[in-house]
């Protein structure tokens, strides 16, 4: 009996990952009012809290300015190294030095936001600037005051919240689009690399037409 239990276990592993899969599909995509145009890239580039951005997106729907900003702002501080990774990579791709490298460790290595960001706020690749801002920057001016502030009210909340969401999505677009252009442009190389080279052509030959 104990062995046809084991036999069964990998196929029970199997069965459980896809209702889990199930029931995620089933609460985040069927309801379309929790999807901007581009919000499907930053929940891919951050699938581990998908449920806390989910969260923040109903609160926000709702008109819950209070609950949307607890939520992005948990958010933007589990993920601020991935967010940070994302901006190395675009960086690297976009022809970043092992020095401007070194700078992104260190705001990795950092405790504070604040520290992390002017370790590298001179170094953010301008194809991810916003508008000519650091989004960064955006993001800690936004998460900087504390939900016992008097001025953060309800509807200031929904406001700032709405905010986060909208530089994190386009932070995220920008990310993903530097890093699959070069991906792009590397398959592009590698097909061509691999068709057996031409003949080569005398210089005079093509000048001569």
């Given at each position: 009996?104990?062995?046809?239990?084991?036999?069964?276990?990998p196929?029970r592993r199997?069965?459980?990952?896809?209702c889990?899969?199930?029931?995620?599909?089933?609460?985040?995509?069927?309801?379309?009012?929790l999807?901007?145009?581009?919000?499907c890239?930053l929940?891919?580039?951050?699938r581990?809290d998908?449920?806390?951005?989910l969260q923040?997106?109903?609160?926000?729907?709702k008109?819950?300015?209070?609950?949307a900003?607890a939520?992005?702002?948990?958010v933007?501080?589990?993920?601020?190294?991935?967010?940070?990774?994302?901006?190395?990579?675009?960086a690297?791709?976009?022809?970043?030095?092992p020095?401007?490298?070194a700078?992104?460790?260190?705001?990795i290595?950092?405790i504070q936001?604040?520290k992390?960001?002017?370790?590298?706020?001179?170094?953010?690749p301008q194809?991810?600037?916003?508008n000519?801002?650091?989004?960064?920057?955006?993001?800690?001016?936004a998460?900087?005051?504390g939900l016992?502030?008097?001025?953060?009210t309800?509807?200031h909340c929904?406001?700032?919240?709405?905010?986060?969401?909208?530089?994190?999505?386009?932070?995220?677009?920008?990310?993903?689009?530097?890093?699959?252009?070069?991906?792009?442009?590397q398959?592009?190389?590698?097909v061509?690399?691999?068709?057996?080279r031409?003949l080569?052509v005398?210089p005079e030959n093509?000048?001569?037409?």
């Amino acid at each position: 009996m104990s062995e046809l239990r084991d036999a069964s276990l990998p196929i029970r592993r199997s069965i459980h990952r896809i209702c889990k899969r199930l029931w995620i599909y089933r609460q985040t995509w069927s309801d379309p009012k929790l999807w901007t145009s581009n919000s499907c890239s930053l929940v891919k580039a951050h699938r581990a809290d998908r449920e806390l951005f989910l969260q923040g997106r109903r609160a926000e729907i709702k008109g819950l300015g209070i609950g949307a900003f607890a939520y992005y702002r948990r958010v933007v501080e589990n993920q601020r190294n991935r967010i940070i990774q994302r901006i190395a990579a675009a960086a690297k791709i976009l022809g970043s030095t092992p020095e401007i490298d070194a700078h992104f460790d260190q705001a990795i290595n950092e405790i504070q936001f604040t520290k992390s960001i002017e370790r590298m706020k001179d170094f953010i690749p301008q194809a991810l600037l916003i508008n000519g801002e650091n989004p960064l920057i955006l993001l800690h001016s936004a998460l900087s005051k504390g939900l016992h502030n008097p001025e953060m009210t309800d509807g200031h909340c929904l406001e700032l919240a709405q905010s986060i969401r909208t530089i994190l999505v386009e932070l995220s677009e920008r990310a993903t689009l530097v890093t699959k252009d070069d991906k792009d442009l590397q398959e592009a190389i590698n097909v061509l690399k691999a068709v057996p080279r031409a003949l080569k052509v005398k210089p005079e030959n093509v000048a001569g037409g």
